[in-house]
């Protein structure tokens, strides 16, 4: 009876250490999910470390306010739309004329969606100083390859990938 008194409280005691400090581990930010868009995130970071003037932080606070007013209806739509093709194809008989024709809105939406995004990182551009493009650059690179989107060319593939990616 002692016996599994102690082995219970062994694993209870086990079971907490375990999720405390699990618990305990910092979060990693600038990433997508959550955090990555508001105060304190790694975009905010990575604009601490381009030394913008507060001239230029201005600019850019004001350059981002306007790109998500105008983007924010636009992800809106692409939600819609997709919620849309959700129920055309859960419907018995599948209407392919409607499939076709709201893939063809999702289609024109993105395009427009990454014309603004081009649009809104050349005048971010045009914002900072040539020393402070190429920080962001480098910047993007090393976070494009922390993700697992670089080429790790010294072993002729791309091994940088998530282990996800790479099951098959």
């Keep these: 009876m002692k ?13 907490t250490v375990i999720v405390v400090g699990i618990d305990a581990q910092p ?17 905010m970071h990575q604009h601490a470390a ?10 850019m606070t004001a ?8 983007m924010k209806p636009l992800k809106n739509k692409m939600v ?3 919620a849309r093709e959700n129920t055309l194809l859960s419907e018995e008989s599948v209407d392919m004329k409607a499939v076709n024709k709201n893939i063809d809105s999702q289609t024109d939406l993105m395009n427009n969606m990454r014309k603004l995004q081009v649009e809104q990182r050349l005048e971010t551009k045009s914002i900072l100083t040539d020393e402070q493009v190429m920080k962001l650059e480098q910047r993007k690179k090393f976070t494009k390859q922390r993700r697992g989107y670089g080429n790790d060319s010294h072993r002729g593939r791309n091994t940088c990938q998530p282990y996800h990616r790479n099951r098959v």
């Design 63 to 70: 350059l981002r306010t306007n790109h998500y007013k105008i």
């Design 3 to 15: 016996t599994n008194w102690i082995k219970t409280a062994g694993v209870f005691l086990l079971t």
């Design 50 to 59: 381009l030394d913008l003037t507060e001239v230029q932080q201005e600019q």
């Design 80 to 82: 819609e739309l997709k």
């Design 27 to 43: 979060r990693q930010q600038g990433g997508r999910g959550y955090g990555s868009y508001g105060e304190g995130s790694g975009r």
